[in-house]
Structures are given as C-alpha cells and as structure tokens.
C-alpha cells in the first residue's frame, strides 16, 4: 500500500483535479465538485498516516496502514452524503447514467427524467441547442430557408438566389400562330404554355429548348432567339430558373404526349386565363422582341410578389447558355 501511495500518488491527484475540471462545465453540479474535494482531502490524510507511520521500525509502519484505512472508512461513513453522492443509475427510471451525469448533475437524474421536473429548463437548452445548430448550417440552405418564406420580391438577394431546377420555354411561330400545350400532368398541370421543361445534365439551353420541344409536340424548330430569364421562388422551397427562347416551325406533325397536348393558337387569342399569373406580365413584352428578366414569389399556383424589367441590351443565345 505504502509504495503504491508512493508511486502513484501524485497521478490520482491529476485525475482527480481532471475529473474536478470537468464537472466545471456541467451545470448543477457544485454538490458532486464538493465530493471530490473530500475525496482528495481523505486520499491526501490517508498518504500523510502512511508516510509518517514509515518513519518508524516494524511493526509501526502495518499498523499505521491499518489503523489509517480504518479512519478512512470511519469518515467515509460518517460523511458517506458529502463524499460519495455520485450513482450509475437515474434514481427515477433507474436507467444506466451516462459519464456525464455520473460526475455532474447533482439530482442524478438521466436527461429525460430531469426534463420532465424542469420543463421550462427543458425548452431554454433546446432553445439554446436550435441556436447552436442554426450558427452551423451552411449560409446557403439558411438563405433558402428565408427565401422560401419571403412575401416580396424585395426580400430576396437575386444575386445570391440559386436555384435547384434549370429549365426552357420555346415560343415556336409560325406565321401568326404560336404553338402551345395543355399541360397534362406535373408542374401548372391544366394550364396553357408553351413547350419546356428541364435542362438535363451537360445539356445547353438550346439543346433542351430543341429535345423538349420534339418531346412534346412532334414539331421540328429552328432559329432559336433568346428573349429573357425567369426566376420563381415558390413557398414550398422549389426555385426553378427558365430561359425564354422563340423559335420558328421548321416541320413536323404535332402528336399528343403523356405530358402535353399541342395546339395552335393565333397571337392576337392568347389565353391568358387558363395561364400561369406570370406569364400576361412578361410575354406580351418577349412578343414584340424585347429582352427582359423577371422575378416572382409563389405560393403553389398564386403570385404573391413580381418583378419583371426590361433588358435593353440584346443577350445572345449562347450568353444566356453559359448561365447554364
């Protein structure tokens, strides 16, 4: 015993003052702290009978030890509440403890236990933990979050604004007639459009407006001009970017599909009522020959906020595919 003291005396010191710095952190728990003070201060007397009681020949020194490790337990006993309140078990639900609560939390209660006697403790540290965790979302799916809730345009940074779908809208014309679809299922399904949809990977613009356009019409198309750029946010957290091309009828007959129902309809007819809300505020724009950019909030088929400007200098075809 006497050598172990020795020899090791100084490294229970250490774990004690480590053990002692980690209930620092834990709150509630200055109780548990005081224990380990005793324990140190019963450990530190125990050594002292030890090493004086070596200073003298045998059979001093055995009964020293004895006589010591009885005090010892006497005061282990006798202040049993102040030297050892630490458990492994939740006195509640008897749920093992975890390190944590087993040096610190005073009422030796598990997480969920504590909970239920201190609900508004409760709500303040997950408060806390829901601010910590929102500190170290990434800044963009923060930012889309809020996008996701915003009630006007204004309240969006376009220019850091990205969206999550890419896709097309090709006007084809021929003469004074304009090709357009019903929709038959899927986004803005029942209403008229023209024909589009998603930019697949490693796609251009140009190539979609092409392919989605024969998809959905059987029409061949040629000549294609870039006219504008749409950006819409919706309140479900979709933000889908489409590019505006008008094209002209190179041929093809026009077949109904799964997705669309193609038909002509003269330019002057226009059926802005069975339309998305969007669509009367910049196509009239886009059919005299005007480039433009426009930004719109919706909540599932309403508009509830729009923007839409005038872009005097011409963007080209292949400017608006490098934005792809």
Known sequence: MLNFLTNNYTWILVLILLVNISQRKIPASSRKRAALIWIAAITLLYYMIVVVTSMFAPPVPAVGVWAGLALILALIIIFRRRVWPFTLRCKDCRKKLKWEFIIGHDDCLCQDCHDKRHPEEAEAR????????????????????????????????????????????????????????????????????APGGHIEEAETAIEAAVRETKEETGADICGLEYRGLLRFQFSDGTRELGYVYFATYAGGELAECDEARPFWIERTAIPYENMWEDDRLWLPMALEGKNFEANFIFHDRQMISSEVKEIKREKSGEEAEDEV
Do not use: M
């Not at 965790?133 to 930012?143: D, F, G, K």
């Open 126 to 193: 997950k408060e806390r933990e829901r601010q910590k965790a929102e500190a170290q979302r990434p800044r963009e799916e923060v930012l889309n979050e809020s996008y996701a809730k915003a009630e006007s345009v204004d309240q969006i940074d376009w220019d850091l604004w990205e969206p999550n779908h890419r896709c097309v809208i090709t006007y084809v014309q021929d003469g004074s007639r304009l090709l357009f679809i019903e929709k038959k299922r899927g986004l803005g399904s029942g209403y008229f459009n």
